[in-house]
């Protein structure tokens, strides 16, 4: 602890929850020194032995544990895995009083309770920007009075093929030829329908005016092959729209690139002397 300062862990112990596209990305990164002050101290998967083969190129890879042990051994639990193990990787992570950094953002919106939780034992909720630019000035706005939030988004058809709300609604997104709305509602609504597509509808309502008041459309777009976010905010301090293209991950066309980098830079304002934004 430094001369006036707050007290900090030296080393923050980090635990991934999933070792896919996003978070083998934070395992290299973090591995690799990118960020002073965090160590791997586990990382959890489906496939155990898929894992320990993509952790073998670290210098140091970390032990391989289930998911409830996860929260054991870290300080930090990163979450970025299937929505369907979502509840069980930040039950852990709160009843233990960690800090929660979840991926899957929408998985949250029905599980409310857990912020009540994090109050009484200690945990914290960090929520990443994710594929969402200008969160900072929705915060922001959200101290004065949002009259309303939309947010409207094109995806390749392919990166929205089984979703609940398609299958459900025997909806299809195959051979089209021009962009098809597929879903327009609120994004709480949006967040059961496409769990796996609509964070960015979740971590915008956060940070705005509720999930039940955020306007939400998604469209299947042949023409497109980026992930699209076009949002509209009106407020008592300012009017504001925002687009951002983000490029598919190789490894899964339902997340944009720059998750893992937001994911990584969320990380980073842990231990960082000088913290930029809101």
Known sequence: M???????????????????????????????????????????????????????????????????????????????????????????????????????????????????RAAETGARIIIPTGALIGLDAVRAAAEGEIKSVTLCTRKPPGGLKGAPHLVENKISVDGLTEAKLVFEGTARQGAIGFPANVNVAAALSLAGVGSDLTTLQVW?????????HLITVEADSARFTMTIENIPSDENPRTGRITALSMLAALRRLTAPLVSGT
Request: proline share 7%.
């Open 2 to 116: 430094g001369k006036g300062g707050l007290e900090m862990p030296e080393e923050y112990r980090v635990g991934l929850a999933g070792l896919g596209a996003i978070g083998l990305k934070l395992a290299v990164a973090i591995d690799a020194g990118t960020i002073p002050g965090l160590s791997l101290a586990a990382a959890s998967a489906r496939n155990h032995h898929k894992a320990i083969r993509n952790l073998s190129r670290l210098k140091n890879p970390p032990p391989i544990t289930n998911l409830a042990h996860l929260s054991d051994v870290s300080d930090v639990v990163v979450e970025c895995a299937p929505a369907i193990v979502f509840s069980e990787i930040a039950n852990a992570a709160i009843e233990k009083g960690r800090i929660f950094v979840p991926a899957s953002v929408g998985a949250l919106l029905p599980r409310m309770d857990l912020v009540d």
């Open 220 to 228: 299947a777009d042949p023409t497109v092959d980026r992930n699209i």
